[in-house]
């Protein structure tokens, strides 16, 4: 089974509104086990609107249109498949009642103009609109499957989940879905990781592997076509044990979570606090910790020390460290070192956490773009301190140096550190 | 001129990314004054991205694609347009060199890896890529133009605005280009926004008007097409005039940049430093100043007082206030005032700004979500605060909160607070 979305809509190829309405789809579809082989965008046209569906009736058995049924004269992706399949028009009572009923009392040009969203291809099965009023449209012609939703998100969501997705179901007789794992990683780079599962990606067949990257976080989603979750499960399993073994150093989560979430919850499982002392990340680590809810308990705050000034006063760097002859410099290990040490006295806690680097554009101190030194101290542990060099630009750093820093902390809560 | 967008990539038909990509292009092609008439999405797949460049071939006269220049196995797209017209597929050395630099002393595989995001289809034009590896390709074969872009925004959106559109101007002889002022407000609501302005609106022809609003800012696009800048500006001219004097408590710049790179700059201008004290924005505020290249010489720190213990070690803030009968607790115009007094004294800084308040998802102290207090403390006068009813999720009202706190110190700096 072959499908292609067509989403039809000249704001779309106008770029005024993204077209989410195809991820929707694209999702449900590969929930249903059915394979999205394209996605088409094409405008209120009629003449180009037919040609997209001559092209897809050409490569897929299920075409999902999405947009056009709307009540005005730009509103054409009904008509254009009825003329395309040589079939007539007619209407659909249940829904021309609704709108006769909805727009009672007022002109009777309005009822017009809405009547044409009470219409379907001639011999097609009806999918109920709860959220709004344009009928949908299934029908099987020549083989190929039809499915006409409207284009408003929250009137296509429900529709192609309830009517839509039952139809499917039927028509297909569908059994078998895809079944998917993400696995999410830190510490490692995207082309780093599939060398690390080079053997496995080459020899896949079932399941299958990909890998995809976000800054500073790596995926791998491991999928495979089953009839229900425990035959997957047993289909999976042994290529999610070799992974997890390979990847016991960067492995934080087997669902689509951040590294930030994974943390907290370590951090709340173990009821132990963390402070941050943060330079050329300027506060995004704490950022992003305090974007997960129930933080609060984990995370009693941090220091933003852009200045030296704040690292001697709130931090109590050794002004020795940070200026003068053959000071180690404000981005150097000794200063990692004494930032996390005074992070943990001033709040408190049983952790903290440092970063200091040169984020650019500019060398600083005379010291290369990139160069980040990453400090950790515990209660009662003398503070340990790492040097990296990362690239890219001044964003870039900034969010691999926050990732990396929260990995050096789930490395230390994992005991892997 | 006809333009069809191509985006290669499994993850999308698989529904797992939005294409943001398709979006962005298509606004910006048609900025360029360039007609879009189809988006197409396709697999990584060598067969399938084939058909689909035959069929785009058909009906377009360029052709953009984004995604597939990536170093794995399955980035496909420059293979196969080489393949598709014949070409065959060359070194671009100095990208090369930069990965060679980038990878060296890791391991020989992974240079080897990385090699394929420096290579071309033969002629291409190299297209630069600031923000990542992959090389851009620029093509023209047969009549046709070809764009070859990468597929994570933050490579694509530069590689497409500098050196992307550069060589379609230039290959294409763009003459009546659209000209744009993009004017930024904060500290209003996009629909406020619209009803300030709405006489002017509902009477655009010439030049056009449009809003649009990313969380805590709002934009108004004032747009004409015209020979040259200097046409367009004296086209735009009266109705700038008109919004420059109604938006005057709200407009910050007439370009398209954060209300934080406006604020370092006033504070970089007035030789005046700053420092934060941030509780339920957890470092956000901090995080947005320090994006700004040279934000070291106006933001001195910050300290992010998440737990009541850090409010008080850290920024002085009496016990008195925090707990205890008749407390008026960390979220209220009290605290906001010393976090405020409290970060300028430790930082020795001239401006401070404080942020308390309830994110969510639950509330605190009795006190319902979205309610937050901004203080703002300057050196020799006392401090105020003001309170704020937000709406929106827990990541809403932290966005908000932190633009609003960026809002009060630009009201200051301007002098209109």
Redesign the interface.
């Known amino acids: 089974m072959r499908a292609e979305i067509v989403a039809v809509g000249t704001e779309?190829?106008?770029?005024?509104?993204?077209?989410?309405n195809?991820?929707?789809?694209?999702?449900?579809?590969?929930e249903l086990g059915i394979?999205?082989?394209?996605?088409?965008?094409?405008?209120d046209n009629e003449e180009?609107l037919k040609?997209?569906i001559a092209?897809a009736r050409g490569?897929a058995d299920l075409i999902v249109f999405t947009g056009g049924l709307g009540p005005t004269m730009d509103d054409l992706t009904r008509d254009a498949l009825a003329a395309y399949l040589g079939r007539g028009i007619e209407m659909h009572e249940p829904t021309l009642a609704k709108i006769e009923d909805m727009f009672s009392g007022r002109s009777a040009e309005l009822i017009e103009i809405n009547r044409r969203q009470a219409m379907l291809v001639a011999g097609a099965t009806p999918l109920r609109n709860d959220t709004g009023l344009a009928v949908g449209n299934a029908l099987t012609a020549d083989g190929t499957h039809y499915l006409l939703l409207p284009g408003p998100p929250r009137e296509m969501k429900p529709m192609f989940d309830n009517d839509g997705s039952a139809w499917l179901r039927e028509k297909l007789g569908l059994a078998d879905a895809l079944h998917s794992v993400v696995l999410k990683f830190a510490g490692i780079g995207?082309?780093?990781l599939?060398?690390l599962y080079i053997d496995l990606?080459r020899a896949q067949t079932d399941p299958t592997l990909?890998?995809?990257?976000k800054e500073g976080e790596v995926a791998l989603?491991v999928s495979t076509k089953a009839a229900d979750a425990e035959a997957a499960a047993r289909r999976m399993g042994p290529a999610l044990q070799e992974i997890r073994s390979r990847g016991e150093r960067y492995l934080y989560a087997e669902q689509d979570v951040g590294l930030e979430t994974e943390v907290v919850r370590l951090l709340t499982e173990q009821r132990r606090t963390v402070?941050?002392a943060?330079s050329?990340?300027?506060?995004?680590?704490?950022?992003m910790?305090?974007?997960v809810?129930g933080?609060?308990d984990a995370?009693?705050?941090?220091?933003?020390?852009?200045?030296n000034?704040?690292?001697r006063?709130?931090l109590g760097v050794p002004e020795a460290l940070l200026e003068g002859e053959g000071a180690p410099g404000a981005v150097s290990e000794e200063t990692a070192r004494a930032m996390a040490e005074g992070a943990l006295k001033?709040?408190?806690s049983d952790l903290a956490v440092s970063i200091t680097g040169v984020a650019?554009?500019?060398a600083s101190e005379g010291k290369p773009v990139g160069l980040v030194y990453l400090g950790i101290a515990q209660r009662g542990q003398p503070a340990r301190a790492e040097k990296l060099q990362l690239?890219?630009?001044?964003?870039?750093i900034?969010i691999r140096a926050s990732k990396r820093a929260l990995y050096l902390l789930w490395l230390t809560l994992t005991g892997r550190g």
């Open positions: 779309l190829l106008l770029g005024q509104i993204v077209n989410t195809a991820q929707y789809l694209s999702r449900g579809l590969a394979d999205v082989y394209y996605q088409t965008v094409v405008g180009r040609q997209a092209i490569r995207e082309s780093a599939e060398e990606i990909a890998t995809y990257a989603r402070a941050l943060e050329c990340t300027g506060g995004m680590v704490a950022a910790l305090t974007t809810p933080s609060a995370f009693l705050g941090g220091v933003v020390s852009y200045s000034g704040v690292k006063q709130l001033a709040a408190g650019g554009p500019a690239s890219g630009d001044r964003e870039g900034r």
